[in-house]
């Protein structure tokens, strides 16, 4: 599991590029990472606290490279 949270950029392990993603089951999250595979990787290592369980499984088709984050944070809702 990577040490700093996911959600920012990791300069020193080359964690840069955004990925979103879809769980099985629903609901959404994003990690920055090296490639898709790596994205993968961190997600369920990150957003599990079991790993034996597996409670939360990405879904492999939905996983994309994110070129601008600004737009992608700009397209989610705001609930202020």
């Given amino acids: ?9 990791d300069t020193e392990t080359g964690r840069t590029k955004l990925y979103s993603f879809n769980w099985v089951g629903g609901g959404y999250n994003q990690v920055f990472a090296k490639s898709k595979k790596d994205a993968k990787r961190i997600a369920e290592a990150w957003f ?7 409670t939360l499984v990405v879904q492999l088709s939905s996983v994309m490279y994110q070129r601008n984050p600004t737009n992608y944070y700009n397209s989610l809702p705001l609930f202020d």
């Fill in 1 to 9: 599991m990577p040490k700093k949270n996911p959600h920012y950029p």
């Fill in 48 to 54: 599990n606290s079991d790993p034996d369980q597996k």
